[in-house]
């Protein structure tokens, strides 16, 4: 959720109780994302659901360490496979990606095995990803962009609560226009925090999954920055913040394209006030 502070208006946060019916419980499990120019859009439908069920299953065998070392299957794990954000240890991500990177192999092998298709070459095409977290619209920024509040400064940024599912609490401050003006296609984008735990906003490409730049804070601080343009074909704007055993998780994250089209050629800062 994303709305208007008001002149004057400090961010509230109400801190969830397990009692009183408002604890946001959230997934740890990621959906995933397939694409595949070698696949119709049905056939990466039913490899996505095929996938996310598997996964399902074998994070709850992974957890009930029910896995036995003859389990894990041997040689090199296909790079379309990117579990980086799973919820299990380091040492589990390997078993896992060889499990569904075995899947994707039969599933490719059957769909494609027609006369004249490459296998092969149909597999190198597929690309299988976690998705950044839970999707955040940027439609409030661009309403408020496009017609401000009939008092507010044009002098001074536009302040915006985010309040996404997972229960972290930010501000999002879109600064007037600066002088000189960036480039419409980029967007300088700030981290800062008020809490000690360390936060990252990283820019992020679906298949193949890949981290680009980032902006990193790992205590209380004023924002860091760093530089997002649309000529760099990113996908996602990820926000991430460490959890279980330490892990990083993705949080939310913002459309790319959305994001430099509503923010383009200004400084758009973050702060991380509640998580």
């Not at 496979?81 to 990177?101: C, I, K, M, Q």
């Amino acid at each position: 959720m994303l709305r208007l502070i008001g002149h004057g208006e400090e961010l509230t946060v109400p801190i969830p109780r397990e009692d009183d019916g408002s604890m946001d419980v959230s997934s740890l499990l990621p959906s995933l994302k397939v694409e595949s120019p070698a696949l119709s859009s049905e056939q990466c439908a039913q490899l996505q659901k095929l996938l996310q069920v598997d996964l399902a299953t074998a994070l709850a065998q992974v957890a009930a360490g029910l896995r036995s070392a003859s389990d894990v299957p041997q040689g090199a794990r296909p790079s379309s496979v990117n579990l980086g954000s799973l919820p299990a240890p380091e040492g589990e991500r390997g078993y896992l990606e060889d499990r569904l990177g075995a899947l994707v192999a039969d599933f490719v092998a059957t769909t494609t095995n027609d006369e004249g298709h490459d296998v092969g070459s149909a597999l190198a095409r597929t690309c299988v990803s976690t998705s950044p977290g839970t999707f955040l619209s940027l439609t409030v920024v661009r309403d408020l962009l496009a017609t401000p509040p009939p008092d507010h400064d044009p002098n001074l940024p536009l302040t915006i609560a985010i309040r996404p599912p997972s229960g972290d609490a930010l501000t999002l401050e879109v600064f007037p226009l600066a002088s000189p003006v960036l480039p419409s296609g980029d967007v300088q984008v700030g981290l800062a925090t008020a809490v000690n735990w360390a936060k990252q906003i990283v820019a992020w490409t679906v298949c193949p999954p890949q981290h680009h730049q980032y902006v990193r804070r790992d205590s209380k601080g004023v924002a860091d920055w760093m530089a997002v343009s649309r000529s760099d074909n990113l996908n996602a704007l990820v926000f991430r913040k460490p959890r279980i055993f330490g892990i990083w998780f993705d949080m939310f994250y913002f459309d790319m394209p959305e994001f430099i089209d509503v923010l383009g050629g200004r400084y758009a800062r973050f702060t991380w006030y509640f998580d």
